[in-house]
């Protein structure tokens, strides 16, 4: 699975290139599970566009309405049911102004249908706001806008873990519920860093935030293990070294 942003630049063919060549032992045994990121969605001129290239790369679980093939799809692995969301609202409005309201119907109408036991979402963006810790512009810490759409949807239908991107970090965040620390609601997780681009120094703590990865943050990477009453999620650095391991149960 990665999270989103597979490429610095969704025009730039040669990364696409780089990208299938790096994971293409892999994808030989096992499926690619990939994510739309907003780096999917720029030209060559850092201008903002359709991820044209994203969209005819990969095959994906079919959805409806068609013209939405490809920015999101669910699929079941075992017990396990995956909701993968397409966060970038803001770059997709002018060409598909009717998309969020679209996908919020979806995702509702996809989480109520299911009859899995655990419900996984996947999604880029963040559902917190993060403040600076080495800019000289103030933002105060709390919730961005896709937390604000998204997570009273992960609250109403029981999700129990939301997992990000984005921010190029490892967090884990606990449980969430109703915008408070409340051990009901769904484990949200920064799933951490697996490129060569590192932020360090840029964010502060959230007071929401339980585990963050070692700094200054270099590559990291997490495994989920799933059976019928466990999630569980393990993260370590590329020498093998454990940085944080967190369990669901659920009989």
């Not at 966060?87 to 109408?109: A, H, K, R, Y």
């Not at 120094?201 to 989920?224: F, I, V």
């Amino acid at each position: 699975m990665n999270i989103g942003d597979l490429v610095d630049n969704g025009e730039d063919h040669n990364q696409w290139n780089a990208w299938f060549d790096a994971i293409e032992n892999m994808i030989q045994t096992i499926p690619a599970v990939p994510l739309l990121g907003n780096h999917e969605t720029y030209t060559r001129n850092w201008k903002v566009r359709m991820p044209e290239a994203y969209l005819h790369l990969f095959a994906l679980p079919e959805i409806m309405p068609k013209k939405y093939q490809n920015q999101y799809y669910s699929f079941d692995y075992g017990a396990v049911h995956f909701i993968v969301i397409n966060t970038q609202i803001g770059e997709m409005e002018q060409f598909q102004p009717d998309m969020l309201s679209d996908e919020l119907t979806w995702v509702e109408n996809d989480i109520e249908n299911t009859q899995k036991k655990w419900k996984i979402v996947l999604m880029h963006k963040d559902v917190l706001q993060y403040g600076f810790q080495n800019r000289p512009e103030p933002r105060e810490e709390g919730f961005t806008d896709e937390g604000r759409r998204f997570m009273p949807l992960f609250d109403k239908y029981n999700v129990d873990v939301v997992l990000t991107g984005h921010l190029h970090t490892y967090r884990n965040r606990g449980h969430i519920r109703n915008f408070v620390r409340d051990e009901s609601g769904p484990l949200y997780i920064i799933t951490g860093v697996a490129g060569d681009v590192r932020y360090p120094g840029l964010w502060k703590q959230h007071s929401l935030d339980q585990t963050l990865a070692p700094q200054p943050e270099t590559d990291n990477y997490m495994t989920m293990d799933a059976s019928n009453n466990v999630l569980t999620f393990s993260s370590f650095l590329p020498n093998g070294e454990l940085i944080d391991r967190v369990s669901v149960n659920k009989s």
